[in-house]
Structure formats: C-alpha cells, structure tokens
C-alpha cells in the first residue's frame, strides 16, 4: 500500500498543474514504466489505460491558473497532490513523493524521493498519469482558445507561443502571476 506521487505542469505558462497518485498492485507489474518525460508521448498514451486498469488505484489531482496565481506554483502543486491522494479513496501505508519537498497535512508518513520517477516504479506511473491528463486538458484548451497552439506547446514557454501571447494577448487559462504573462498584460 505504497502510493507514489507526482506532478506534471509546474513550468509551463498555461494551464493547470496536475499530480497523480498511484498504488500499484505488485500482482500486475508493468512494463516500461519511467519518468513520463522519458517517453514518447504515444507511449504515454498506450501505457496510461494499462496504469488505470491495473493500479489497486490511482487519483488525478487538478489545481487551476487561478489557484496557481493565488497560492504560487509550489503551494498548487501540493494542492493537486493533495486532491489526487484524497480522490483514491483509500490511505496508503506510505507515501513517496517525486522532488525534495512534501506537502503538509498529509493522511500519512511520506518521504520525498529526487529523482523518484526514475526509481521507483509508482512514481512513475503518477508521472505518466498526471503527464497524460494534463496534456488532454491542453488540447482541450487548444480548442476553446484557438491560435495559442496549446496542443502543441502544451502552454510552455516557446517561440510560438510567445507569438501567440503578442498577437492574442492572455486568455483565461494563462497564469497571470508568471512573469511573461503579466508583462504581457501590461504590454494589452
């Protein structure tokens, strides 16, 4: 009853941050799991249903530009772990957490792992979950925010989108609180 946790989307100038948790059932091992930035985005894609179909269970947590601009990207990030932990419906034995650093008022003991998505297999099926989800929800947004590209850049910080942002201005969904954003709000 190991759940392992991590986040996908702190850096990006778009969009939620997303945190998944996962238990793995050690009955059902999985093949090619590793840090979701490892992999090719269609293999995130084939290996995301197998996480799901095959985890004890799993929970995606979701905080929003709003929460990220209101708390700050690291308090959001321990917001959408907390959110997954809590969505799983069950408390693990133990939690091990991607990075350096936990949230606080967790349901109980963690330890944080650096490095962690590379190690340890429930880690990296969190990477891959949040990963996949949150790469979803930016193509979603591509939708309702045409010219962006969203879909493509996934709300980082590109050359693309840099253009986007001079021509279309900041939509809803971007983090106001990020320094290219409010210099282009300014700049509106």
Known sequence: MICGVDEAGRGPWAGPVTAGAVILDPDQPIDGLTDSKRLSEAHREAIYPEIRAKAVTFGIGWASPGEVDRLNIRQATFLAMSRAIA???LTPKELIIDGNCLPQNLPCPARAII???????AISAASILAKVARDRAMAELCARYPGYGFSQHKGYGTAAHSSALETLGPCACHRKSFAPIARALRAA
């Open 115 to 121: 490095k962690g998505d590379l190690t340890e297999p």
């Open 87 to 89: 969505i799983m419906g």
